[in-house]
Nanobody
Framework: QVQLAESGGGLVQPGGSLRLSCSASGSILSINAMGWYRQAPGKERELVATITRGGNTNYADSVKGRFTISRDNAKNTVYLQMNSLKPEDTAVYYC??????????????WGKGTLVTVSS
């Protein structure tokens, strides 16, 4: 059984910062790409940022220059540093990871999400 658990969400004022973390646990052999997605009220889930095992990153245009994704392969953890937050960044943020488990099949897993609210 593989699980992803996010943490670090909360309420922050515009211009502020938050750091999200997501740790994978369970019977894990390896993890390929990891990423963050978000879903605002009334909108579809969208990609925020992804990172390969080797550290190559990809960002949505709306967060480039403000958000930084990183990972610690030894800890099976991915991070999202969010700076200069805007009200439009308000959303539930979900962690995603492509994980090879004991089933020997690479499978995408999702966390349950953590709410980020940017408001004064």
């Amino acid at each position: 059984q593989v699980q992803l658990a996010e943490s670090g969400g909360g309420l922050v004022q515009p211009g502020g910062s938050l750091r999200l973390s997501c740790s994978a646990s369970g019977s894990i052999l390896s993890i390929n790409a990891m990423g963050w997605y978000r879903q605002a009220p009334g909108k579809e889930r969208e990609l925020v940022a992804t990172i390969t095992r080797g550290g190559n990153t990809n960002y949505a245009d709306s967060v480039k220059g403000r958000f930084t994704i990183s990972r610690d392969n030894a800890k099976n953890t991915v991070y999202l540093q969010m700076n200069s937050l805007k009200p439009e960044d308000t959303a539930v943020y979900y962690c995603n990871a492509d994980i090879l488990g004991i089933s020997m099949v690479m499978t995408p897993y999702w966390g349950k999400g953590t709410l980020v609210t940017v408001s004064s």
